[in-house]
């Protein structure tokens, strides 16, 4: 089971994007009894989680990008997604969406690179 994550690219420091997840036909029947986060690695660092989103809507992030990321998600069609404003050359990572707390197997995540 891999949820795959979409939307990443290069984007200057200051702009915005948009990342998409989709939950696979083995989950979706039970994607709606999952709370969603979606995660962060950098080039050395330890995965970290950046936000979380409670099948009823509930959310939480981390303290380094509250107030510029938000996260959604559509329970009819399985996705989850995350609205990147005001982005920081620290915000530079490979993002993963994955239920929380994760499912073992993790997909190939989405690359974001902000230039500064």
């Known amino acids: 089971v891999q949820l795959q994550a979409s939307g990443g690219g290069l984007v200057q420091a200051g702009g915005s994007l948009r990342l998409s997840c989709a939950a696979p036909?083995?989950?979706?029947?039970?994607?709606?009894?999952?709370?969603m986060a979606w995660y962060r690695q950098a080039p050395g660092k330890e995965r970290e989680s950046v936000a979380s989103?409670?099948?009823?809507?509930?959310?939480n992030y981390a303290d380094s990008v509250k107030g510029r990321f938000t996260i959604s998600r559509d329970n009819s069609k399985k996705r989850v997604f995350l609205q990147m404003n005001s982005l920081k050359s620290e915000d530079t990572s490979v993002y993963y969406c994955?239920?929380?707390?994760?499912?073992?197997?993790w997909g190939q995540g989405t690359l974001v690179t902000v230039s500064s």
């Open positions: 989103i409670t099948v009823g809507g509930a959310t």
């Open positions: 994955n239920a929380n707390p994760p499912l073992k197997e």
């Open positions: 036909r083995t989950i979706t029947s039970v994607f709606n009894s999952y709370v």
